[in-house]
């Protein structure tokens, strides 16, 4: 017997319906590319995405055909997010710090009809114009006052276009299960491979992000949106604060560190959400320019979530003493919507002391209810929840990709569902998850694997650090030894010898590494990530100091 429950299918459109109605008031704050900023509201979103709609309806493109963007975080973007799913169409979000062919690719990849840009890309679309003939037209996001002086066929106005078109417009309803926004994985060889949302997987995970246990988005909330639109949704959270009410305050390109304060400052922000790296630039300004009594009375802040890499501890650690906000590590990738597991504590975290709980956020945190993780090894046999044991990471449920966009290489799908990550982790018995590495990046010493990120994380605690990666280097004895290179913070002569004294101690012996080279920069993908294939070349040649040639009088290290 079924239940008698309405079959009303989960669409964007009900989100952003849901968000005009009932928080109509609440404010979205957008900075723009030229420096001014835009203040309306949810119920101002909602019109303008019908209109866009409307707009997209217009120009020929069909329910299921993409049109692609390549943007800041901006009001215009979010209008694009709305108005061209709600319209049954799919929004192709591209990533703007790409390579010039790999933008193309994936613009003629998805089939993209019309390309919206943002005016700071319009060398970009320039130069991408002839590489992609099927666009029809590219649309500039922006007012006619400021529309770039470039030549390419089809160069429309975004403001002129939106305002020729109807605020009114009716909703299509559909099956939930259609495509609404399809996203590229930065990958580091091969062409990138899109994966393909759904309506219902895009409602399902934001339910997932504003649960308590999620991120916790509610309608008291002002989030400054750190992580780009143009990566994976944004983590969804565009859809999330639609869902929930909350004020949402975009960045646009502003994302240096005196910028975010301000900005968490003036708009009075309680959550805020973006990689790593970003967050050393906000704690460089603070250092030098706010002081702690200030800071806590100026901001706000009671949430930081922190994913796409591991979160240092350190990072931890300055958003609890500065602000007195708490990390939330989520761990998860484009294939997973992204969200997939949460940090947060249990009832028998309560009494931590602040040291043990620092400890406990640097893990990558337990399933979102709708998502099954589990670890697997070599022979596909599952490793006990021991908090001991890595294996290769897999992942199921609602919002996991079950295939890429024109099906190509279904390798990581095993017949039984399960998506293989390409994470080497381990569980422990409360479910918590720890990423050691991406299975490529993992150190294998002497038989036995080395976490770089646990080690990256120690180095990174050392005051005279600004940056760390740590990468396995072919060692004649013990195979791979790892290597740490270190940006030093500016004005520090700290030496390899200190930072080894100082991670002694702090992890088991074995793990120390072998030598310590210090670099101008690091290498960071399109998405912030640490490239540690580069870094793998540039050091091959690398030759330890304990790699000697005399391999008998050496013992484990
Ligand atoms: P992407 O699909 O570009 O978002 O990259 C996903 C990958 O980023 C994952 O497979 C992980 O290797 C890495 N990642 C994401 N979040 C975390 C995290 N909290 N800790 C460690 N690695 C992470």
């Known amino acids: 017997m079924n239940g008698l429950m309405q079959q009303r299918q989960l669409l964007i459109s009900d989100l952003i319906e849901h968000a005009c109605a009932h928080h109509g008031e609440r404010e979205v704050v957008s900075h723009l590319v030229d420096g001014s900023v835009y203040r309306y509201?949810?119920?101002?979103?909602h019109a303008r995405a019908k209109r866009v709609a409307n707009a997209v309806g217009g120009l020929g493109v069909a329910p299921g055909e993409r049109v692609s963007s390549l943007a800041w975080n901006t009001h215009r973007h979010l209008e694009l997010y709305f108005g061209v799913t709600g319209s049954g169409a799919v929004l192709t979000t591209v990533n703007p710090r790409l390579f010039a062919e790999q933008i193309s690719y994936i613009i003629n990849h998805s089939e993209s009809r019309y390309v919206f840009f943002d005016t700071?890309?319009?060398?970009?679309?320039?130069?991408?114009?002839?590489?992609?003939?099927?666009?029809?037209?590219?649309?500039?996001?922006?007012?006619?006052?400021?529309?770039?002086?470039?030549?390419?066929?089809?160069?429309?106005?975004?403001?002129?276009?939106?305002?020729?078109?109807?605020?009114?417009?009716?909703?299509?309803r559909f099956d939930e299960n259609r495509a609404s926004t399809l996203c590229y994985t930065s990958g580091t060889t091969g062409n990138p491979k899109g994966?393909?949302?759904?309506?219902?997987?895009?409602?399902?995970?934001?339910?997932?992000?504003?649960?308590?246990?999620?991120?916790?988005?509610?309608?008291?909330?002002?989030?400054?949106?750190?992580?780009?639109?143009?990566?994976?949704?944004?983590?969804?959270?565009?859809?999330?604060?639609?869902?929930?009410?909350?004020?949402?305050?975009?960045?646009g390109p502003w994302l240096d560190g005196e910028n975010i304060y301000r900005m968490l400052r003036n708009e009075r922000c309680t959550i805020t959400l973006g990689v790593p790296t970003v967050w050393l630039s906000l704690f460089d300004y603070v250092e030098k320019n706010v002081d702690d009594t200030r800071r806590r009375e100026e901001t706000q802040l009671t949430r930081v979530v922190v994913g796409g890499?591991?979160?240092?501890?350190?990072?931890?650690?300055?958003?609890?003493?500065?602000?007195?906000?708490?990390?939330?590590?989520?761990?998860?990738?484009?294939?997973?919507?992204?969200?997939?597991?949460?940090?947060?504590?249990?009832?028998?975290?309560?009494?931590?002391?602040?040291?043990?709980?620092?400890?406990?956020?640097?893990l990558q945190g337990r399933a979102m209810y709708g998502v099954e993780i589990a670890v697997f090894d070599d022979?596909?046999?599952?490793?006990?929840?021991?908090?001991?044991?890595?294996?290769?990471?897999?992942?199921?449920?609602?919002?996991?990709?079950?295939?890429?966009?024109?099906?190509?290489?279904?390798?990581?799908?095993?017949?039984?569902?399960?998506?293989?990550?390409?994470?080497?982790?381990?569980?422990?018995?409360?479910?918590?998850?720890?990423?050691?590495?991406?299975?490529?990046?993992?150190?294998?010493?002497?038989?036995?694997?080395?976490?770089?990120?646990?080690?990256?994380?120690?180095?990174?605690?050392?005051?005279?650090?600004?940056?760390?990666?740590v990468i396995g280097v072919a060692h004649s004895r013990w195979q791979e030894r790892p290597l740490l290179v270190v940006v030093k913070k500016p004005g520090n002569n700290v030496t390899s010898e200190d930072i080894i004294e100082f991670m002694r101690g702090r992890i088991a012996k074995w793990w120390l590494p072998d030598d310590v080279v210090f670099v101008e920069s690091l290498p960071h993908s399109a998405t912030g990530k640490?490239?540690?294939?580069?870094?793998?070349?540039k050091f091959s040649g690398h030759r330890f100091s304990t790699d000697l040639s005399d391999l008998t009088s050496m013992s484990r290290p």
């Open 41 to 45: 509201t949810w119920h101002d979103v």
């Open 120 to 172: 700071s890309f319009s060398a970009t679309v320039e130069e991408i114009a002839k590489a992609c003939p099927n666009v029809q037209g590219f649309i500039a996001m922006c007012g006619r006052d400021q529309m770039p002086d470039i030549a390419i066929r089809g160069l429309r106005c975004y403001e002129e276009l939106i305002e020729a078109a109807d605020t009114k417009f009716d909703w299509p």
């Open 195 to 251: 994966v393909l949302y759904s309506h219902r997987s895009t409602v399902l995970h934001s339910f997932g992000t504003c649960t308590a246990d999620g991120f916790a988005i509610a309608a008291r909330d002002s989030i400054l949106l750190v992580v780009p639109m143009f990566h994976v949704n944004a983590w969804g959270v565009p859809y999330a604060a639609a869902m929930s009410g909350a004020k949402l305050v975009l960045p």
């Open 309 to 362: 890499s591991a979160a240092p501890r350190i990072v931890i650690e300055k958003f609890e003493r500065y602000f007195g906000a708490f990390v939330i590590q989520a761990w998860g990738m484009s294939e997973t919507s992204p969200v997939a597991t949460v940090c947060t504590l249990l009832a028998k975290h309560q009494s931590l002391t602040l040291d043990q709980r620092f400890d406990l956020q640097t």
């Open 379 to 469: 022979d596909l046999r599952r490793i006990p929840h021991d908090g001991k044991t890595a294996g290769q990471l897999k992942v199921r449920g609602p919002w996991i990709a079950s295939a890429y966009y024109k099906n190509e290489d279904d390798s990581a799908w095993g017949a039984d569902g399960w998506f293989a990550t390409g994470d080497v982790a381990m569980i422990d018995p409360d479910g918590y998850l720890r990423i050691t590495d991406r299975s490529k990046d993992v150190i294998k010493s002497g038989g036995e694997w080395i976490s770089s990120i646990d080690l990256e994380n120690v180095a990174l605690s050392h005051p005279a650090v600004q940056e760390a990666a």
């Open 530 to 537: 640490l490239q540690k294939v580069v870094l793998r070349q």
